[in-house]
């Protein structure tokens, strides 16, 4: 496994910070953010630590992302507020929100969010 020994989420995914799994499989766990800004408000992290944000993705690194969408619906739909709507993020970097360098999806819902901008 890719670990980066300074890393937040590596500590949470070897089980060095305790957390509370939502889903865990081979690639991903999944946990609550500790902050929440919404009554769900799930990260989706791989397990691996493969890149610090969108902003490092390497070309072959796609279908990872792809399969992060893809979990966030499966878990909008157990956590149900699928057909109500939810939110996901990819906070960037500094600027754009990213506190811990190891890239992750926010899954937001359970309330109206309201539009951005």
């Known amino acids: 496994m890719l670990k980066d ?8 995914v070897a089980r060095e910070i ?4 939502i889903f865990e499989d081979g690639e991903f766990y999944v946990f ?3 902050h929440p800004k919404a009554p769900v408000h799930l990260l ?8 610090a944000s969108v ?3 390497q070309d072959g690194q796609e279908e990872i992302l792809g399969a992060m969408l ?3 619906k499966l878990l909008a739909e157990q956590q149900g507020i699928a057909d109500q709507g939810y939110r996901l993020v990819f906070n960037v970097r500094h600027y754009g929100g990213q506190i ?8 937001l ?3 109206p969010l309201g539009p951005l901008g």
């Open 32 to 34: 609550p953010d500790i």
């Open 18 to 21: 305790p957390s509370t799994a």
């Open 5 to 12: 020994p300074a890393c937040l989420f590596c500590k949470i």
């Open 44 to 51: 989706i992290i791989p397990k691996d630590h493969v890149m």
């Open 55 to 57: 902003a490092d993705m």
């Open 109 to 111: 819902g359970g309330q």
């Open 70 to 72: 893809h979990r966030a």
């Open 100 to 107: 811990v360098d190891h890239i992750h999806l926010h899954l």
